[in-house]
């Protein structure tokens, strides 16, 4: 993905790491859309779109563990 280009080379880049949050929210990968949303809000605390972002988190519920 293009996102995860940029994130390699600007890490930090909160921008792109919402975007692949909410992208991989929507494909069920809980665990990642976790980290890089938790990730936005570390770096931008008091962003536009923080409420949003911890609703977004609020619903991903728990992830999914293999039973073995």
Request: aromatic letters at 2%; charged letters at 25%; glycine letters at 8%.
């Amino acid at each position: 993905l293009a996102l995860d280009r940029i994130l390699s080379l600007t890490p930090n880049a909160s921008g792109a790491l919402r975007e692949r949050g909410l992208f991989a929210a929507r494909l069920g990968a809980v665990e990642a859309a976790r980290a890089d949303l938790t990730r936005v809000l570390e770096l931008e605390p008091h962003a536009s779109d923080a409420s949003l972002i911890r609703g977004q988190l609020d619903g991903l519920g728990e992830a999914k563990r293999p039973l073995n």
